[in-house]
């Protein structure tokens, strides 16, 4: 992880928190029509001219874990989707929604229990985070997803993601991957998810990483 700064933004009814060392600068926040996050202004996110609601919505839409909001109104904080989901990024990361138990999340990075965006080029230095390097990579694949998967009962649960020493994410609970097309195309309870970047067979692991020599704890 590099050493970015968090920066807290206080608001009479709900403060925002940036985490650097996870933004990838999606634009998410930035696009929302409202005066919440403007660009060039100082500070560029001021919580009091939108209302709570709008602060939570806007932050929710952050799928890297970056921003996270606090409520003092007595309004609901955050709460895992109902749904734990995996989305296949055209030439990009996995992003990963809902009710998350990362290995190696740091416990002053909350917005991970919820949303992250993982790397699967195999070149991000904020391993198993993507911070972009696929762009510089030029790391190619289109999100397409074959295999259907075995399924389960219910969604919802604990998702747990496991970076492997030099291996994939391997990934337990009930959850769904997304193509990149936005097709449900996967539904089960146990995956290992290509995190080198070589498998042919992504966004699942084929045992690409040893030849490739793939390195990460």
Wanted: aromatic share 8%; charged share 30%; proline share 6%.
């Amino acid at each position: 992880m590099s050493d970015k700064k968090v920066v807290k933004y206080e608001g009479r009814d709900a403060d925002v928190q940036w985490d650097g060392r996870l933004c990838i600068h999606i634009g998410e926040c930035g696009r929302a029509k409202n005066d919440l996050f403007v660009g060039g202004r100082q500070p560029w996110c001021e919580p009091d001219r939108v209302s709570a609601d709008e602060v939570a919505d806007v932050v929710l839409r952050c799928p890297s874990g970056a921003l996270t909001y606090r409520r003092k109104d007595g309004g609901a904080e955050e709460s895992p989707d109902s749904e734990n989901v995996v989305s296949v990024m055209y030439n990009g990361p996995l992003y990963v929604r809902g009710d998350l138990e990362i290995d190696g999340a740091s416990e002053d990075m909350p917005g991970l229990r919820f949303r992250a965006a993982l790397c699967r080029c195999g070149q991000s230095k904020s391993k198993p985070f993507c911070d972009n390097s696929h762009e510089a990579a030029g790391f190619q694949d289109y999100g397409a997803v074959g295999e259907k998967g075995d399924g389960f009962e219910a969604p919802g649960g604990k998702l747990s993601v496991s970076p492997t020493p030099n291996g994939p994410l391997l990934l337990s609970g009930n959850f769904t991957i997304a193509a990149a097309s936005g097709r449900r195309a996967w539904r089960g309870k146990k995956a290992a998810l290509c995190r080198c970047g070589h498998s042919n067979n992504k966004p699942f692991c084929d045992g690409s990483h040893k030849g490739a020599g793939f390195r990460a704890e």
